[in-house]
């Protein structure tokens, strides 16, 4: 299914790819809370794809989860082109080029934003997907380096080479996660690119990454999502969920992952999400130690229905 960035209704609104979260369940899970996102997957490396079952798997996904977005990492342009082809035969909407992630491993080895202080090879991947395939190309990276600088001659060029759509991360490679996301220098490229830009870093809700548009295309939300599908949700009023509510949802994520994975790995996987969804409850210190070091998935199931048994207070967001 190739979708075409420039025809989707705005604000697109995507959830972000975020390495150990957005999984097929957890995919699943969101598009459940709205139908229109648009997901993407966790970064995976394109020579591991080509290596190994086990990489590949990553990306497997189902029907529902359309529009779907693979994002690759590397830096090797003909691996790029192979996993690229690979993935359209697999029916996946598009391919993401991540050129944002400042590990030190990644980084290291100039994948990631590395690619950002190399712009030739950075536009050789955009190059090799968009010549292999039929499949759009984009790129998420961040302001730049240390400052924004070169945002707008190194972005131009990964257009010139063939991509279709640019994600902006609002912090540089220095910042890491620290300080704001700063939007006003994402704003300030949209009116130098021909094609789509998304603006991504600290969205809260939909109403706040609507805000922070200002002729942007749409935007990423990431952090905020994680153990809090309902993030997605346009109703103001199922964006509060009750205790029996997230613990259904806890029930069903934790379904979705555990048909994925076996039973320890998803329990263990799983406690990134539940950190999250437990976010606000009052009064449950014991009971989310409990849950967060559950020895098996039958004293996690039990742990979670007497957590619905009791009506613990929920704080309100704000
Ligand atoms: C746990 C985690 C994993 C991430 N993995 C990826 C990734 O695989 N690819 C990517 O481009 N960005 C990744 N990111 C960055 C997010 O996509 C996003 O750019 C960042 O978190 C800022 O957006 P937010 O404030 O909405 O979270 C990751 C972030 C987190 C917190």
Known sequence: MVLKWAEMARPIVCLAPMDGITDSAFRQLVRRFNRDVVLFSEFTSADGFLRS??????????????????QLFGNNAAAFAEASRALEQ??????????????????????GSGLMRDVNQACRMVEAVASACSLEVSVKTRLGWRDSSVLAPFTRSLVSAGASLITIHGRT?????????????????????????????????????????????GFMIGRAAIGNPWVFCNDEG????????????????????????????????????????????SHIKATRTALMTAPDEGCFLHLLDALEERAYPIAQAG
Request: hydrophobic share 35%; proline share 4%.
């Open 53 to 70: 079952e086990k990489v590949r798997s990553r990306l497997s996904f189902t029907a529902e989860e359309h529009p779907y977005f693979v």
């Open 238 to 281: 199922e964006r509060q969920p009750s205790l029996n509510e997230r613990v259904r949802v806890i029930r069903t994520h934790y379904q979705l992952m555990a048909q994925q994975k076996n039973r320890w790995q998803a329990l263990r996987e799983f406690r990134k999400h539940l950190a999250g969804y437990l976010n606000g409850i």
């Open 173 to 217: 490679y220095d910042q890491g996660f620290k300080g704001k996301a700063d939007w006003a220098p994402i704003r300030d490229l949209k009116r130098e690119l021909s094609v789509p830009v998304l603006g991504n870093g600290d969205v809260v809700s939909l109403e706040d990454g609507r805000s922070r548009l200002g002729g942007l295309d």
């Open 90 to 111: 697999e029916g996946v909407a598009g391919i993401d080029i991540n050129m944002g992630c400042p590990a030190r491993k990644i980084v290291a080895s100039q994948h």
